[in-house]
Nanobody, 124 residues
Framework: QVQLVESGGGLVQAGGSLRLSCALS????????MGWFRQAPGKERDIVAA????????YYADSVKGRFTISRDNAKNTVYLQMNSLKPEDTAVYSC?????????????????WGQGTQVTVSS
C-alpha cells in the first residue's frame, strides 16, 4: 500500500519560514519524481515545485522562485519543501505526490499517488 504523509505545516507570520516534509512508503522512492502542489480555498490545485528521482533537476512555479527550495533524501524516502519569505498569498493546503516515472511534470494528471495535505497559513 502506497502512502504519502506530509508534515511541517502550520501558522506563520509573513516573512517567516516553514519546512514541509513528505515521507513515502510502499513504493521505491528513488524511482520516482516528486512534486509539491497547493490549493487555496476556491482555487485550483497548482504545482509549486517538483524534482526528478535523482534530484538533479528541479522546477519551481514563478510565484515561489527564489523563496522555496525542493530537495529529497532518497535514503530517508522523504522529499522536503523549504519555504522562506512566506507571504499571505502562500496560504493553502500543500500536498506532495509521486510522478508516474522518474521525471517531474507540471500537470497534476501525471502524478499518481497523493498525500492528504498539510495546511500552511501565513498571517499578515
Amino acid at each position: 500500500q502506497v502512502q504519502l504523509v506530509e508534515s511541517g505545516g502550520g501558522l506563520v507570520q509573513a516573512g517567516g519560514s516553514l519546512r514541509l516534509s513528505c515521507a513515502l512508503s510502499g513504493r521505491t522512492f528513488s524511482s520516482y519524481g516528486m512534486g509539491w502542489f497547493r490549493q487555496a480555498p476556491g482555487k485550483e490545485r497548482d504545482i509549486v515545485a517538483a524534482i526528478t528521482r535523482s534530484g538533479g533537476s528541479t522546477y519551481y512555479a514563478d510565484s515561489v522562485k527564489g523563496r522555496f527550495t525542493i530537495s529529497r533524501d532518497n535514503a530517508k524516502n522523504t522529499v522536503y519543501l523549504q519555504m522562506n519569505s512566506l507571504k499571505p498569498e502562500d496560504t493553502a493546503v500543500y500536498s506532495c505526490a509521486t510522478s508516474k516515472d522518474g521525471s517531474w511534470y507540471k500537470s497534476s494528471k501525471l502524478y499518481d499517488y497523493w498525500g492528504q495535505g498539510t495546511q500552511v497559513t501565513v498571517s499578515s
